[in-house]
């Protein structure tokens, strides 16, 4: 049920050309280009120079792959490539050939048709985007509400139900949206998909760099936080008291209320983990 006075996002349908050479895309973003780049109007962009380049770098909607490149840390790169690789498969680019530190494709096939859907921008002026191949039955220019969107066609989608990506929610983005993926994500885990078959975001020791780049798997938004802990600091001792210190709220979306992320992260000493499946929460922007 919608609640009244609640403001529901409006999605603009563009289509154009996916790119990838020249570039370093990853699982959950790529460059984009519109045919008809009057539709880019349609959202509130504030940063002139993002506004006028041609190929835009989109940011994929509810999804969250692994981290490549983060103040200098890095996920584990298994998953973080098998994302990519099974994006560019989904959008059809192939031929793909990367530099020497798996950093940029310097050469592919691409610039594939297909759909993009957004409503609105990031803090870094990408489009928000559900990404969809040419064959989806959508038309260019459409200005659509959330429940007339194919989500389940979507690349987010597949991406998530594959087990490839975490869920990650961002308000306002529509509880009916949020509906679709969250059983994918609980099929993907129940049975083991991908990445939640060695997911360790419920706790693990973290008593080095070296756990969150090559040991363990977990939830990205997590992951930053800790590269961020290891940028900052470093001295583990200060573990705790930068953890609690942290000011990023969310809202549980069972219970509609909003509560901060810390105190939903647990934290003893070099333990550390999330308290809840990270589908049950959303982000404020």
């Given at each position: 049920?919608?609640?009244?006075?609640?403001?529901?996002?409006?999605?603009?349908?563009?289509?154009?050309?996916?790119?990838?050479?020249?570039?370093?895309?990853?699982?959950?973003?790529?460059?984009?280009?519109?045919?008809?780049?009057?539709?880019?109007?349609?959202?509130?962009?504030?940063?002139?120079?993002?506004?006028?380049?041609?190929?835009?770098?989109?940011?994929?909607?509810?999804?969250?792959?692994?981290?490549?490149?983060?103040?200098?840390?890095?996920?584990?790169?298994?998953?973080?490539?098998?994302?990519?690789?099974?994006?560019?498969?989904?959008?059809?680019?192939?031929?793909?050939?990367?530099?020497?530190?798996?950093?940029r494709i310097v050469s592919a096939?691409?610039?594939?048709?297909?759909?993009?859907?957004?409503?609105?921008?990031?803090?870094?002026?990408?489009?928000?985007?559900?990404?969809?191949?040419?064959?989806?039955?959508?038309?260019?220019?459409?200005?659509?509400?959330?429940?007339?969107?194919?989500?389940?066609?979507?690349?987010?989608?597949?991406?998530?139900?594959?087990?490839?990506?975490?869920?990650?929610?961002?308000?306002?983005?529509?509880?009916?949206?949020?509906?679709?993926?969250?059983?994918?994500?609980?099929?993907?885990?129940?049975?083991?998909?991908?990445?939640?078959?060695?997911?360790?975001?419920?706790?693990?020791?973290?008593?080095?760099?070296?756990v969150i780049e090559e040991d363990?798997?977990?939830?990205?938004?997590?992951?930053?936080?800790?590269?961020?802990?290891?940028?900052?600091?470093?001295d583990f001792d200060l573990l705790?008291?930068?953890?609690?210190?942290?000011?990023?709220?969310?809202?549980?979306?069972?219970?509609?209320?909003?509560?901060?992320?810390?105190?939903?992260?647990?934290?003893?000493?070099?333990?550390?983990?999330?308290?809840?499946?990270?589908?049950?929460?959303?982000?404020?922007?």
């Open positions: 049920m919608i609640k009244q006075g609640v403001k529901m996002s409006v999605y603009k349908v563009i289509h154009g050309h996916f790119h990838v050479k020249g570039y370093s895309p990853d699982g959950d973003s790529i460059r984009f280009e519109a045919d008809d780049a009057v539709h880019w109007e349609f959202l509130n962009w504030q940063n002139q120079q993002k506004f006028k380049a041609a190929k835009k770098q989109l940011r994929f909607e509810a999804i969250d792959a692994l981290e490549t490149h983060y103040l200098g840390f890095h996920q584990p790169q298994a998953f973080a490539i098998a994302a990519l690789e099974t994006l560019l498969a989904m959008l059809e680019i192939t031929a793909v050939e990367y530099s020497l530190g798996v950093t096939c691409d610039a594939k048709p297909g759909f993009i859907a957004a409503a609105a921008l990031d803090r870094f002026h990408r489009p928000v985007s559900f990404v969809f191949p040419d064959d989806v039955d959508l038309e260019d220019g459409a200005e659509v509400m959330a429940s007339a969107l194919p989500v389940e066609q979507s690349v987010n989608y597949r991406m998530a139900e594959q087990g490839l990506v975490y869920p990650t929610f961002y308000l306002p983005l529509e509880p009916e949206i949020m509906a679709h993926f969250k059983p994918a994500i609980a099929r993907a885990r129940v049975t083991g998909r991908g990445l939640w078959a060695v997911d360790r975001t419920a706790g693990f020791e973290f008593d080095r760099p070296g363990v798997v977990i939830l990205p938004k997590l992951f930053r936080r800790l590269a961020s802990f290891l940028d900052r600091r470093g705790v008291d930068y953890i609690h210190a942290g000011s990023d709220k969310v809202r549980l979306l069972d219970e509609g209320h909003d509560v901060w992320l810390r105190d939903l992260i647990h934290v003893d000493e070099r333990e550390v983990g999330l308290l809840i499946d990270p589908e049950l929460i959303a982000f404020h922007p």
